[in-house]
T-cell receptor
Framework: AQSVAQPEDQVNVAEGNPLTVKCTYSVSGNPYLFWYVQYPNRGLQFLLKYITGDNLVKGSYGFEAEFNKSQTSFHLKKPSALVSDSALYFCAVRVSGYSTLTFGKGTMLLVSP | DGGITQSPKYLFRKEGQNVTLSCEQNLNHDAMYWYRQDPGQGLRLIYYSQIVNDFQKGDIAEGYSVSREKKESFPLTVTSAQKNPTAFYLC????????????FGPGTRLTVT
C-alpha cells in the first residue's frame, strides 16, 4: 500500500520569506511524486513532479521540490513567498506500473503581507 | 483547469434522489478518475477508468456508479445508497504516455438536503 503524509495542516509565512511545505511518503517500489495547488472552489493545478533523475525538481510559479530517497521526503519550497501563493497544497504519490495517485490531506499555506 | 469540463459547478438535490455529475475531456487521454474531497481529508478515489468500457473501483466506491462509453466522457452517478453525498467532486484525466500527472477539472459541489 502507498501513503502520503503532510504533517502540517497549516503553514504561515511572511511575504518575501522562504517557504517549505513538507511531504513524506511510503511506497513499495519506485515512487513518482507530485505537488498540486488548489485555490478556493477550484480544481487542482499541477505544480511539479519527480519521476527520475535530478533530485531537485523545478516547477511552475517559482516552486521547487527536493526528492530525498533516504528520508522518503519530497518537500515543496520557494525562495520568496508571495501573498498570491496562499492556497491549499497537496502532495501525491504513484508507484511505477500503477495509474492511481494517493494524495496527502493537504496543507494550507497562508502568506501574510 | 485545462481541457476538462465538469458540469454543473453547483448541484442541489433532495435526499433519496440519484444525481449524475458530468465530466468531459478533450485531451485525448485514455485514463479518467473521480475523486471526492471533504474538508481535512484530502482527495479520495471513487472510480477510475483506463480504457473505454472498463472501469475499476477506488477506495470509496460504495453508493456510486460510473460508465465509460466514450473516451471523452466519464459520468459519475451518486445514488441514494451513498450515506453522506454532500461533498466537492473532482474529475481528472491522464495520458499515461510518459507524462504521469493527472489534470483536473474545476469540480462540482454537490449539496444533498
Amino acid at each position: 500500500a502507498q501513503s502520503v503524509a503532510q504533517p502540517e495542516d497549516q503553514v504561515n509565512v511572511a511575504e518575501g520569506n522562504p517557504l517549505t511545505v513538507k511531504c513524506t511518503y511510503s511506497v513499495s517500489g519506485n515512487p513518482y511524486l507530485f505537488w498540486y495547488v488548489q485555490y478556493p472552489n477550484r480544481g487542482l493545478q499541477f505544480l511539479l513532479k519527480y519521476i527520475t533523475g535530478d533530485n531537485l525538481v523545478k516547477g511552475s510559479y517559482g516552486f521547487e521540490a527536493e526528492f530525498n530517497k533516504s528520508q522518503t521526503s519530497f518537500h515543496l519550497k520557494k525562495p520568496s513567498a508571495l501573498v498570491s501563493d496562499s492556497a491549499l497544497y497537496f502532495c501525491a504519490v504513484r508507484v511505477s506500473g500503477y495509474s492511481t495517485l494517493t494524495f496527502g490531506k493537504g496543507t494550507m499555506l497562508l502568506v501574510s503581507p | 483547469d485545462g481541457g476538462i469540463t465538469q458540469s454543473p459547478k453547483y448541484l442541489f438535490r433532495k435526499e433519496g434522489q440519484n444525481v449524475t455529475l458530468s465530466c468531459e475531456q478533450n485531451l485525448n487521454h485514455d485514463a479518467m478518475y473521480w475523486y471526492r474531497q471533504d474538508p481535512g481529508q484530502g482527495l479520495r478515489l471513487i472510480y477510475y477508468s483506463q480504457i473505454v468500457n472498463d472501469f475499476q473501483k477506488g477506495d470509496i466506491a460504495e453508493g456510486y456508479s460510473v460508465s465509460r462509453e466514450k473516451k471523452e466522457s466519464f459520468p459519475l452517478t451518486v445514488t441514494s445508497a451513498q450515506k453522506n453525498p454532500t461533498a466537492f467532486y473532482l474529475c481528472a484525466s491522464s495520458g499515461d504516455r510518459g507524462s504521469y500527472e493527472q489534470y483536473f477539472g474545476p469540480g462540482t459541489r454537490l449539496t444533498v438536503t
